[in-house]
């Protein structure tokens, strides 16, 4: 089993950043690769970004490249999504989730799911 915590989310004008942070405990961490996923209300659980167990290599949905960025220290056995120039529509629920596989950009196939930090972003 893996636990997963995130945290950082709250309110911010557009054109601001936030940090969210995934604390994991449980298994090893560096077993995994890790990934963020979004919901807005009404809307499916979409992709947001991935990393892989040693943090060499990193993917991005195209509506957050350039502005997001994830990073992980396994020596923390935390998982981070900066999040700068933001907009209205980044709104929503973020969730991490981890992966003992090659990380993918369906929600469907992840093993473990943090409980979500709302990120609200005002026009």
């Known amino acids: 089993q893996v636990h997963l915590v995130e945290s950082g989310g709250g309110l911010v004008q557009a054109g601001g950043s936030l940090g969210l942070s995934c604390a994991a405990s449980?298994?090893?961490?560096?077993?995994?690769?890790m990934a963020w996923f979004r919901q807005a209300p009404g809307k499916g659980r979409e992709f947001v970004a991935a990393?892989?167990?040693?943090?060499?290599?990193?993917g991005y949905a195209d509506s957050v490249k350039g502005r997001f960025t994830i990073s992980r220290d396994n020596a923390k056995n935390t998982v981070y999504l900066q999040m700068n120039r933001l907009k209205p529509e980044d709104t929503a629920v973020y969730y991490c989730?981890?992966?003992?596989?090659?990380?993918?950009?369906?929600?469907?196939?992840?093993?473990?799911w943090g409980q979500g930090t709302q990120v609200t972003v005002s026009s």
């Open positions: 449980g298994r090893t961490f560096s077993g995994y690769d």
């Open positions: 989730a981890a992966r003992s596989g090659p990380a993918l950009r369906d929600a469907r196939l992840y093993d473990y």
């Open positions: 990393i892989n167990k040693s943090g060499g290599n990193t």
